[in-house]
């Protein structure tokens, strides 16, 4: 029996691959052209659950929650909520998908709870400056 006899292509299940990382023309949040990006809609809950594990193998104080910086923050903001404490004494997690201006992070993190937090991001387009006080999983040098 042949491959094609033996199981059934015609019925596999039409669905859109999405690539984690893309060439073209596209806008950064602060409306900077960018010649390529990082697709966060690729990630599955699996992965964005192991990232949020490779997070925590650096993330020593404890936090109360975190929040997502929508859309891009909101699956990791889920997968570390995992490891949130609970305890209204404990800092605020304030978390991203791509840094690239520090700009979301900005204009999301105007209250003093947000202002103190801890903040994370999975992939940084180029070194954050210490002073914005944002850890990157992953930094691309600048």
Same mark, same amino acid.
């Given at each position: ?5 033996? =199981?059934?292509?015609?019925?596999? !299940? ?6 984690? =990382?893309? *060439?073209? &023309?596209? /806008?950064?949040?602060?409306?900077? !052209?960018? /010649?390529? $990006?990082?697709?966060? &809609?690729?990630? #599955? ?5 192991? %990232?949020?594990?490779?997070?925590? @193998?650096?993330? $020593?104080?404890?936090?109360? $929650?975190? +929040?997502? *910086?929508?859309?891009?923050?909101? !699956?990791?903001?889920?997968? %570390? ?7 209204? @004494? &404990?800092? %605020?997690?304030?978390? #991203? &998908? ?19 937090? +801890?903040?994370?991001? +999975?992939?940084?387009? /180029?070194? *954050? /400056?210490?002073? #914005? ?7 691309? !040098?600048?």
């Amino acid at each position: 029996m042949m491959f094609d006899e033996q =199981f059934d292509t015609t019925t596999v !299940p039409n669905f859109e691959f999405i690539r984690l =990382f893309q *060439i073209g &023309d596209f /806008k950064s949040h602060a409306g900077l !052209p960018l /010649k390529w $990006k990082i697709e966060c &809609d690729a990630i #599955d809950h699996t992965e964005w659950r192991a %990232l949020a594990t490779m997070i925590m @193998d650096y993330q $020593k104080e404890p936090f109360r $929650k975190a +929040i997502g *910086i929508p859309r891009g923050g909101v !699956p990791l903001q889920n997968a %570390l909520n995992k490891y949130a404490s609970n305890n209204p @004494d &404990d800092p %605020l997690l304030v978390c #991203d &998908d791509v840094y690239t201006t520090g700009t979301s992070f900005r204009e999301f993190c105007t209250t003093q709870d947000t202002i103190y937090a +801890i903040k994370w991001v +999975i992939f940084a387009r /180029k070194p *954050i /400056k210490v002073n #914005d006080g944002i850890k990157a999983l992953f930094t691309m !040098p600048g």
